[in-house]
């Protein structure tokens, strides 16, 4: 007699655009179920959670500010009573804006803490009772953190956070069978990344890595999907760094 699996559960946040988008798709192809969160792009999330439906798949888009403790709460619950319990959380969600550190003001500085910080915080709160055992975690870095760029430096200082979290998150959930991991991006062509940034820099982003190119969001959801899948089972606590040899 076959006894079917049960579907597995991903959260993706910030996952309506960009490398999110890419890493719901991604999971959903790979046989998750996806809540794919976002904070104020619904026309997209709503169109991706459409598009895994109509290949097959489950999806739901839940609206949320992951920098809020509440928000957190209702999205855990949101997907919880619509896909079933979450078994990988993906923290995506994330804000760049470049400004020297003298020029960073009060109000760049909360904003980029609150989004890349305290919400990859408020969902690794959450996950730790509501995650299911023998589940996986990761959250987005950024390669940045080894490169310590001028022009990063608050950034920098949120990304850095995330991986100090990575890494005792995944020694705090002793006796789970959850993996805890980061992945760190260099610099992947996406709308968050081209922002701001005139041709001629961004074909300097795109030779400095030996491979002499700038990722694309694929290239980040297939080591996602590896952390997040069986292969990865003995992985745990490390920082990754996808970014084509640049660091």
Do not use: C
């Amino acid at each position: 007699m076959n006894v079917q699996t049960p579907q597995r559960i991903a959260l993706v946040t910030g996952g309506s655009r960009g490398i999110g988008a890419a890493i719901a798709r991604r999971l959903a192809r790979d046989g998750f179920a996806v809540g794919i969160n976002y904070a104020s792009s619904a026309a997209q999330a709503d169109a991706l959670a459409e598009e895994i439906r109509l290949a097959g798949g489950r999806a739901v888009a839940v609206r949320a500010d992951v920098s809020a403790a509440d928000d957190v709460r209702a999205m855990f619950g949101q997907v919880e009573a619509e896909l079933g319990r979450v078994d990988v959380l993906v923290n995506s969600a994330g804000i760049l804006e470049i400004k020297p550190l003298a020029e960073t003001s009060d109000d760049l500085f909360e904003r980029t803490f609150a989004i890349n910080t305290r919400g990859t915080f408020n969902t690794l709160r959450e996950a730790a009772a509501r995650l299911a055992d023998g589940g996986a975690i990761v959250n987005v870095s950024s390669t940045t953190v080894a490169l310590n760029l001028p022009g990063y430096a608050v950034y920098i200082a949120s990304k850095a956070a995330v991986e100090s979290l990575t890494q005792v998150f995944a020694k705090e959930l002793r006796g789970r069978r959850i993996t805890v991991n980061a992945v760190a991006p260099g610099p992947v062509a996406t709308e968050l990344f081209m922002k701001g940034k005139s041709p001629e820099l961004i074909e300097h982003y795109a030779k400095m890595p030996p491979l002499e190119r700038l990722g694309q969001p694929d290239d980040i959801s297939g080591v996602v999907s590896f952390l997040a899948g069986p292969d990865a089972g003995w992985v745990n606590g490390q920082v990754l760094r996808a970014n084509g040899g640049l660091a």
